[in-house]
């Protein structure tokens, strides 16, 4: 077990097998590696349909996690999360990416697995609902995903959303993928 230094918190972020293999991935597909126009309008999308103050879209790699998409509400109660760039072991998307399927987290604090987690402390993020995104191969590359500073309940409403996003967003990446073919 791993215990961050500075809080004393229990470090459960899952051991991520794909990761070296995501990352080849997204060299080829040209994601992961800087902010992207597109993708961040559609961050945009993602918070107005969940009514969140905070959504991205979320390509983890080995070492790191890069919101090629990010978008907070300009009435978004402040806060330093998300930033474009978070160590692996910050968050919850890494949890998605290595389960391979959505998570709801309505209040982070009512999980020991996920209080611990430095996006509670160091950013205020209290609640989360995020969804894998897989590309034609089958690899899940990264997540949409929105974030909440106040806990809420996102329901089975919010959980079929940010799927059906997942879902879209894949759509157009494979879009992108075949246009490399």
């Known amino acids: ?49 969940l009514d969140a103050p905070h959504a991205g879209v979320n390509f983890i790699g080995e070492e790191r996690q890069f919101f090629a998409g990010l978008h907070h509400r300009p009435d978004a109660p402040p806060s330093g ?28 604090r009512d999980f020991a697995r996920f209080a611990g987690n430095a996006v509670v402390d160091g950013s205020g993020v209290r609640s989360y609902v995020g969804a894998p995104l897989t590309d034609r191969q089958g690899i899940v590359l990264g997540t949409v995903c929105a974030v909440d500073v106040a806990p809420r309940r996102w329901g089975t409403e919010g959980l079929g959303t940010v799927k059906a996003l997942a879902a879209e967003l894949a759509g157009l990446l494979r879009g992108r993928d075949e246009g490399l073919d």
């Open 81 to 108: 999360y998300p930033a474009r760039v978070l160590a692996r072991d910050h968050g919850y998307c890494p949890h998605v990416v290595v389960r391979g399927r959505a998570l709801v987290l309505e209040d982070v």
């Open 1 to 49: 077990m791993t215990y961050y230094e500075s809080t004393g918190h229990l470090l459960l972020t899952p051991v991520d097998r794909e990761a070296p293999a995501r990352a080849v991935r997204l060299r080829e597909l040209g994601l992961g590696e800087r902010p992207d126009a597109e993708l961040d309008a559609f961050a945009r999308r993602i918070a107005q349909t």
